[in-house]
C-alpha cells in the first residue's frame, strides 16, 4: 500500500519569504500523481498544484512550485513571496494511475504554515 | 459551477442517535468520495462510488456507517448508532473519471457526538 509523510508538523516564514514544505512518499506504481492541497481554518480542502509522474517538468501554479524527485520518492512545494492568506494546513496526497477503479486519494498527516507579519 | 455541496454544515447529536450527512457533486462528476478527517487518524477515505455504484468501502469503520447514492446528484452517509468516537469533520468530494482529474471537496460537515 502506497503511504505519504509530511515529516514537518509545523512551519513558519515571514511575509514575503520563500518557504518548502516537504513530502515523501512509498510505491512501488511508476504511474502515479500527486497533489497538495491547503486547507485553511474554514476547513474547505482547496487543491494547490498537481504533478504526474510522467513529467518531468515540475509543476507551476502562481507563487506555487513542485520539486519533483521520482527517483527519490519526493515531492516538495515552495511557496514564494509568502502572503498572510497561505496560512494553512498543507497536505501532500498521492494517487494511482490506475484508469478504472481505484481513484483513492492517500493523504499525509499535513504541515501547519504560519505566516509571520 | 456551485461545487460541491455538504449539508448540514455542523451537527451536535448525542450518542446512540441517528445522523445522516448529505452531498450534492458537482454536475457532471462520476465518482464521488466521502473521506472523515480527525486529529488521531488524519483524513481517511470511508467510500466511493463511480455512477452511483460503490466501488471501494473498505474504510468504512463498522457496520454502523452507511453510504448510500440514489442518484448522480445526491449521496447520504448514515451513522446508526453515533458514538462520540465518531466526532469529526466529514468530507464529501466529486470527480471526473480519468486518471488526469482531480478531486474537488465540499466545505465538510462538523459532527460533534456528545
Known amino acids: 500500500a502506497q503511504t505519504v509523510t509530511q515529516s514537518q508538523p509545523e512551519m513558519s516564514v515571514q511575509e514575503a519569504e520563500t518557504v518548502t514544505l516537504s513530502c515523501t512518499y512509498d510505491t512501488s506504481e511508476s504511474d502515479y500523481y500527486l497533489f497538495w492541497y491547503k486547507q485553511p481554518p474554514s476547513r474547505q480542502m482547496i487543491l494547490v498544484i498537481r504533478q504526474e509522474a510522467y513529467k518531468q517538468q515540475n509543476a507551476t501554479e502562481n507563487r506555487f512550485s513542485v520539486n519533483f524527485q521520482k527517483a527519490a520518492k519526493s515531492f516538495s512545494l515552495k511557496i514564494s513571496d509568502s502572503q498572510l492568506g497561505d496560512a494553512a494546513m498543507y497536505f501532500c496526497?498521492?494517487?494511482?494511475?490506475?484508469?478504472?477503479?481505484?481513484?483513492?486519494?492517500?493523504f499525509g498527516q499535513g504541515t501547519r504554515l504560519t505566516i509571520n507579519p | 459551477d456551485a461545487g460541491v455541496i455538504q449539508s448540514p454544515r455542523h451537527e451536535v447529536t448525542e450518542m446512540g442517535q441517528e445522523v445522516t450527512l448529505r452531498c450534492k457533486p458537482i454536475s457532471g462528476h462520476d465518482y464521488l468520495f466521502w473521506y472523515r478527517q480527525t486529529m488521531m487518524r488524519g483524513l481517511e477515505l470511508l467510500i466511493y462510488?463511480?455512477?452511483?455504484?460503490?466501488?471501494?468501502d473498505s474504510g468504512m469503520p463498522e457496520d454502523r456507517f452507511s453510504a448510500k447514492m440514489p442518484n448522480a446528484s445526491f449521496s447520504t452517509l448514515k451513522i446508526q448508532p453515533s458514538e462520540p468516537r465518531d466526532s469529526a469533520v466529514y468530507f464529501c468530494?466529486?470527480?471526473?473519471?480519468?486518471?488526469?482529474?482531480?478531486?474537488?471537496f465540499g466545505p465538510g460537515t462538523r459532527l460533534l457526538v456528545l
Open positions: 496526497a498521492y494517487r494511482s494511475e490506475i484508469i478504472q477503479g481505484a481513484q483513492k486519494l492517500v
Open positions: 468530494a466529486s470527480s471526473l473519471s480519468g486518471g488526469r482529474q482531480t478531486q474537488y
Open positions: 462510488f463511480n455512477n452511483n455504484v460503490p466501488i471501494d
